[in-house]
């Protein structure tokens, strides 16, 4: 045969099945250029210049290895889908003789052409885009920008190489299809006679207990700590659930209204009651992961768009002050007052020196203990790491200790108290009595306060453990009564926090500088002494603010794109093969008599189904998940439920907008081929 | 007045931009009576599934008209060919055309249920049929786990149950063994025999010869006809072979 022949047929193949390769062309080209973007953006060192600018790269350096692993599986995917519209076709060439190797060889072009297309078109889109990609990156982390033209040959190196291995891996997977299917399967293929699924009850409500008990999780988290670790439980519940319900529970939901004889014998039910019943159980599969793919598009914008509009507010909450210098160290020591009276003194005089004056200064220190509290008792002796399993997270508290001049004093309040007496400003979700036991001291509570209705809130804001403020008449006695506990590593377990913020009347340039010369001091006055300290200036963090949450925000945005095409793209096949399934099915229906409109009624119902469930699912699941973010954006600092909310509604809307306009893209064009 | 009436029928399909047309049917006329079991025969391209298409109000004639039970279907709209379809006609297909996502006694049920019928309606009809067609042990069963014999008797209950003026059929038995194709045969001739009307086209001379009369078609007209009467099958049988082996050396009847 001729050197020419199968790239010929390999072309032409390509040509002749344009309604399914031309869609896989734009996916691949898109997942190449958005590589090369995020590559060329993570580790071109743009942003190594700028303050804060290492985490955006971090990023989207972390972004590209997922998009190299995402790509892969999406792209075996869509490859296997095409390998098997064309089965029919490679058995027909090898009923005309072709042996398997020639088959190999055609498959071998094909695969070529998509990677010539693929790369060509990805790497032009890949660099004509990048500036624009760039610009937007560096407006939202608010670095300057210059409009040089950047090409960097390190990242089309990459792009390259790890789409050509890729391909490679599809271009085997297409052979061992092709290869290990007689003549005979190959022309059957898609005819092979597959039976009605039959109801498993089993795995149905399996799926939806899996799926409950996923939403249960994440709705009775109520702190942040056991957030973090429930969250990849209730994720990996829901999405088994996920699968299982759309596979099983379906197809299960599917006979029963099938045994309802009134509402399944209506013309509009008939037809699509017993195609999504005879489809669900290959559907479900593709259905979930939409439905997947969906909920990670939702939580992933909502989450980063939220922290990134409230950046403002969460440097606010971080840093009340324009300045907030912090020392912490284990133990209990003597000379911490003294220590704390220095360091004050110290940062006053500097600050003069620079020709400010501090106003608005809190100024405090306290004492901390952790450990588990149940029935207003803090038990001190658990140890967390042998019990990580059994431990409830909800239940592990903080107690801080503070003087009760000390409270008066931020509180503007004045309580008196004695010996064991204390004042308790407390966490809505705990429980405590008239009597408080920490470790082995007993303390009376005199007078009990909602920590959200508290003066004290104002000053401290802890939102990831919860709080119990212990006002004792003297902390430092208090304190010396812990100074023997220790943890299970034998370091003490009662630490010591020592806070001083205050404003400037400088501008932001001079805070920055401020910040960092105190910083200096502080550093230089207690590293020696082995105590945890900093000085950070509000204008210098907000930097760090902008570039992380920035970098987020445009990651989920990157990867949205990518996760947004792949679920257009798994419809649009799904849609089409099932146009060509029921192209024969409708001819027989017409016969029998079914009106054309009929005809539109069910197709619009069964797609409607197809198209809503996923998209259903996606927001009940965003709905279950969403107590469990706010919880995990509060690590962050970021405490804004109403917004959060409000960027889920606008992620939800612009979603079902792009959705509505793939439903009716794809459902002309399943119109088209059934009529 | 005679069932379905013929008059007149010709269908020309037009070539595509200026190329030639074909001319399936010349000029078609004839009619059945109530009761009547016909059987149209011909070669392949003489024009006899054109035929059946304009019958069924699948296709539309290019002139010529066809009245059944007085209606003439050229004057019925588009949109309510599909019912007039689903109310009056019966159509029994070669490839037996079931759904292969429905059970066999929903595929039954289909017509039943695009008229919007009632479900207690619709097990009242199919309990009648069921017992003279042998199916009751298949209703429940996806069409992919019966055999064709059984496949075609489920097309024929589901031509049957609505009570059709005529039963159109088109090779009933091109796809069946010749067991089954006795078996399908009998059975139209026991229909036939309370009353239905059947109009069947097909090849074979062995189904052909079940049927009161069998109209051969050729190049587009109805060429020959050929009663019954009161012969037995196998001299019917041999009266068709003569005929058709008379068509085949371009023998003029006229």
New interface residues.
């Given amino acids: 045969m001729k050197a020419g022949l199968y790239p010929k047929i390999a072309a032409d193949g390509i040509r002749k099945n344009g309604r399914l390769y031309i869609p896989y062309f734009i996916t691949c080209i898109l997942m190449v250029a958005l590589f090369y973007i995020m590559h060329m953006l993570g580790f071109s060192g743009l942003l190594k210049n700028f303050e804060g600018g290492s985490t955006a790269s971090d990023m989207l350096r972390f972004g590209t290895y997922i998009m190299a692993v995402f790509g892969t599986i999406f792209l075996f995917y869509t490859q296997s889908t095409l390998v098997k519209g064309r089965l029919k076709e490679f058995g027909l060439y090898s009923v005309l003789g072709m042996n398997r190797k020639n088959l190999g060889r055609i498959v071998f072009f094909e695969t070529l052409i998509s990677w010539l297309i693929a790369m060509t078109g990805g790497l032009i889109a890949g660099i004509g885009l990048s500036k624009l990609a760039e610009l937007g990156f560096l407006r939202l982390v608010a670095v300057e920008v210059n409009y040089k033209f950047n090409l960097s040959v390190s990242s089309l190196v990459t792009t390259v190489i790890v789409y050509s291995v890729i391909f490679f891996l599809i271009f085997l997977n297409s052979v061992r299809r092709v290869r290990f299917a007689s003549a005979i399967n190959l022309i059957r293929a898609d005819k092979a006679g597959e039976k009605p699924p039959k109801a498993n009850w089993v795995v149905g409500i399996l799926g939806f207990v899996i799926l409950a008990s996923g939403y249960y999780i994440a709705i009775k988290i109520k702190q942040p700590l056991s957030a973090l670790v429930w969250f990849f439980i209730a994720v990996i519940l829901t999405i088994i659930g996920t699968y299982l319900v759309l596979i099983a529970g379906s197809v299960l939901l599917c006979r029963i209204l099938q045994k309802n004889k009134k509402y399944y014998y209506k013309t509009t039910h008939f037809v699509s009651v017993s195609s999504m019943a005879y489809r669900m159980k290959r559907n479900g599969a593709s259905l979930a992961s939409i439905c997947i793919l969906l909920t990670m598009i939702l939580v992933m914008i909502s989450s980063t768009s939220a922290l990134y509009i409230n950046r403002e507010e969460t440097l606010m909450n971080h840093y009340p002050r324009h300045i907030d210098a912090y020392a912490s160290k284990y133990g209990y020591e003597k000379d911490y007052i003294e220590i704390a009276e220095k360091l004050r003194s110290g940062i006053d005089e500097r600050t003069k020196e620079y020709g400010a004056a501090a106003k608005n200064e809190i100024c405090f220190f306290n004492y901390c203990l952790s450990g588990y509290f149940e029935n207003s008792y803090l038990n001190l002796d658990i140890n967390p790491m042998e019990n990580i399993m059994t431990i409830d997270y909800d239940k592990v508290a903080q107690v801080y200790f503070f003087d009760v001049d000390t409270y008066n004093r931020l509180t503007g309040s004045d309580e008196s108290l004695s010996d064991r007496k204390v004042l308790a400003v407390v966490d809505g979700n705990l429980d405590v009595g008239n009597e408080l036991k920490i470790g082995k001291e007993t303390f009376d509570v005199v007078k009990k306060t909602d920590n959200s209705k508290a003066k004290l809130r104002n000053v401290i804001s802890t939102n990831v453990v919860s709080t119990i403020y212990v006002i004792v008449d003297d902390v430092d006695k208090v304190a010396s009564l812990y100074k023997d506990y220790k943890d299970p590593t034998g370091s003490p377990m009662l630490s010591w926090y020592w806070i001083y913020d205050f404003d400037t009347d400088l501008d932001a340039e001079h805070q920055t500088e401020l910040g960092k010369i105190l910083n200096k001091f502080v550093h230089d006055e207690l590293s020696s002494k082995r105590f945890v300290n900093y000085c950070d200036s509000r204008e210098y963090q907000r930097n760090d603010f902008i570039k992380t949450f920035g970098g987020l925000f445009f990651l989920g945005i990157l990867l949205s794109i990518i996760f947004l095409v792949s679920c257009v793209l798994i419809i649009y096949y799904k849609q089409i093969s099932e146009g060509f399934e029921d192209q024969s099915r409708f001819g027989i229906m017409q016969k029998v008599g079914m009106t054309k409109e009929n005809i539109k009624k069910s197709i619009n119902s069964q797609m409607l189904t197809v198209f809503l469930i996923p998209i259903i699912f996606a927001c009940m699941h965003l709905a279950a998940v969403l107590p469990i973010i706010h919880k995990l954006l509060l690590l962050f600092g970021h405490n804004n439920m109403p917004l959060l909310l409000g960027c889920a509604g606008v992620c939800v809307l612009i979603c079902g907008i792009f959705y509505a306009v793939i439903y009716k893209l794809t459902s002309n064009a399943y119109y088209r081929i059934v009529s | 007045m005679s069932l379905l009436e013929v008059t007149g029928l010709q269908k020309v399909y037009k070539g595509r931009r200026g190329g030639a047309s074909v001319e399936a049917l010349k000029n078609v006329n004839f009619s059945v009576e109530n009761g009547e079991y016909v059987a149209i025969m011909g070669e392949s391209g003489s024009g006899k599934t054109t035929l059946l298409n304009i019958l069924?109000a699948?296709d539309k004639a290019t002139s010529g008209t066809v009245i059944l039970d007085g209606m003439n279907l050229s004057t019925i709209k588009?949109?309510a060919?599909?019912?007039f379809?689903?109310?009056n006609?019966g159509?029994v297909?070669q490839e037996f055309?079931?759904?292969?996502?429905?059970t066999i006694e929903?595929n039954i049920?289909?017509?039943l249920?695009?008229?919007?019928?009632?479900?207690d309606d619709?097990r009242a009809r199919l309990d009648k049929l069921v017992p003279s067609l042998g199916i009751s042990e298949i209703l429940k069963k996806?069409p992919?786990e019966v055999s064709g014999g059984q496949k075609q008797r489920a097309a024929v209950a589901?031509a049957l149950i609505?009570d059709p003026k005529i039963i159109l059929a088109d090779e009933p038995t091109g796809a069946l063994d010749s067991k089954s194709s006795d078996e399908l045969l009998a059975l139209f001739k026991q229909v036939n025999e309370l009353g239905q009307t059947i109009l069947m086209v097909t090849h074979s001379t062995k189904a052909a010869s079940n049927a009161s009369r069998v109209l051969f078609i050729k190049d587009g007209i109805i060429f020959h006809q050929i009663y019954k009467g009161s012969s037995s099958d196998t001299q019917m049988y041999q009266k068709i072979s003569d005929t058709l082996n008379l068509l085949a050396q371009g023998g003029d009847l006229k």
């Avoid at chain 2, 055309?97 to 429905?102: A, S």
């Avoid at chain 2, 249920?113 to 479900?119: E, F, I, K, S, Y």
Wanted: hydrophobic share 45%; net charge positive; aromatic share 18%.
């Fill in positions: 069924a699948l588009d949109s060919m599909a019912m379809r689903r109310d006609l159509y297909f055309n079931l759904l292969d996502t429905f929903d049920y289909l017509p249920v695009l008229a919007g019928r009632r479900p619709m996806y992919y589901r609505t």
